[in-house]
């Protein structure tokens, strides 16, 4: 184990259902003070990772929830004593999951909501079903996602449609990876800034926690870099381009942390964090940490983990919503599952081929959805009417 100066930070990785405990079981994290936790309802899945620490969500017989979210949600209810107990001498916990079936989407919300009410400061990393996966995990995928967000202090959201979109495709075997590659690298990013034995890189807890103060503010994680005599420029560049950013939430960022895979001067260093803050919008606060990696060479890689300005993003939202919806909106606070747009509401990620395209928005409406969606014309009705003229 390397040097710690955070020994007294307990952190739990947690894999829930079959693909989250899968994530989970690949993760190296022997050189920190992170125990590794599954759990699932399928007792032959939990059986099949051997002799390590596991939970087995009684309930549905050992048998998995057969894509029941309601059984994955029901089982982590009917634990919840277990679930207080096995955690309890761990400060952070970070849930893996992949959404789309029934444990991984049922379990995790519930799990989250049991251990930040125990004072727990939660983290996830989920993924989002390819849309091939059929309409049915789809919408399952989204339900959960919209619960989870208002739990965690910390939340990544892995969309493997958008993946698929930035990266070259492959065969089905090697895009089922890329989620789980983005899972490792992102949860590792996490693992080295909160324990590494170098203290230019290493955040004390209290200082990444204070990134992270509420629940359900949305988190912005990105990954980018550039080589050459241009290096900044297109190591910020790149920062667009990653698969793990919600362009349309870059403007209301409060406070980011960056980590640096390099030394830069000082001059280098201004411009890494001006340039940072005005392509993610980071209003408050910028960190810099440094990474150092020989051999690097003139190559900067840049992290950058930010949090969301929830009031921000509730307000600019708020053009997007009908009253009804701001009014429930409003009561629900610490949600920011405000996810319609237009009279009426169109829900936002329901924008068919127009996914993975950044958003234009324009006083108030999402340029990038055709006309007749956003003023909701009935097209069938309309040409019916124009032939009876
Ligand atoms: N990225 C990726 N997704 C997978 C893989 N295998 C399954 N999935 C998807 O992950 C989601 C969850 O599947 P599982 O983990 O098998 O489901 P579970 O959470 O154990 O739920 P139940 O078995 O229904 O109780 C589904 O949308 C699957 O399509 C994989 O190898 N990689
Ligand atoms: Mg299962």
């Not at 955690?87 to 930040?116: Q, Y």
């Not at 964090?273 to 993610?280: E, F, R």
């Not at 629900?332 to 996914?355: C, K, M, N, Q, V």
Request: with cysteine; net charge negative.
């Amino acid at each position: 184990m390397g040097h710690l100066m955070q020994n007294d930070l307990k952190v739990a990785l947690v894999g829930i259902g079959e693909s989250g405990c899968g994530y989970v079981s690949k993760i190296k994290t022997d050189a920190y003070p992170v125990k590794k936790i599954y759990i699932d309802t399928d007792a032959r899945d939990l059986g099949k990772l051997g002799d390590v620490e596991k939970l087995m969500l009684s309930g549905p017989a050992g048998l998995g929830t057969g894509w029941d979210p309601q059984k994955g949600a029901v089982a982590a209810r009917d634990n919840s004593e277990r679930i207080v107990e096995l955690f309890a001498d761990t400060k952070m916990v970070i849930l893996v999951s992949a959404f789309g079936h029934g444990t991984g989407s049922g379990a995790t919300p519930v799990i989250a909501r049991i251990l930040r009410e125990q004072q727990k400061f939660v983290a996830a990393f989920v993924t989002m079903p390819f849309s091939y996966d059929g309409d049915v995990p789809v919408a399952a995928a989204r339900e959960a996602y919209s619960l989870l967000s208002r739990e965690c202090h910390f939340l990544l959201r892995i969309d493997c449609d958008r993946l698929s979109f930035f990266e070259s495709q492959g065969s089905i075997v090697e895009m089922y990876e890329k989620p789980r590659e983005w899972i490792d690298c992102s949860v590792q990013k996490i693992f080295s800034l909160l324990f590494s034995s170098d203290e230019n890189l290493r955040m004390d807890f209290v200082e990444f926690h204070s990134f992270f103060p509420v629940a359900g503010a949305p988190t912005l994680f990105s990954i980018g870099e550039g080589d050459g005599a241009d290096a900044i420029r297109s190591a910020l560049d790149s920062l667009s381009a990653c698969p793990l950013i919600e362009p349309q939430d870059k403007s209301d960022t409060a406070v980011v942390i960056v980590s640096i895979a390099a030394f830069p001067t000082g001059e280098q260093a201004n411009l890494i964090a001006s340039g940072v803050a005005k392509k993610m919008g980071a209003t408050k606060r910028v960190r810099l940490c440094y990474d150092i990696v020989p051999g690097m060479g003139d190559k900067i890689k840049l992290c950058v983990i930010g949090a969301i300005d929830i009031k921000a993003a509730e307000n600019r939202r708020k053009k997007y919503l009908t009253p009804t919806d701001v009014t429930n909106a409003m009561q629900d606070s610490g949600s920011f599952a405000l996810d319609y747009t237009g009279e009426g509401g169109l829900p936002i990620d329901d924008r068919g081929i127009f996914e993975g395209v950044p958003r234009l928005l324009y006083e108030g409406e999402d340029l990038e959805v055709p006309t007749y969606i956003r003023r909701r014309v009935n097209l069938e009705k309309s040409l019916k009417e124009a032939q009876k003229k």
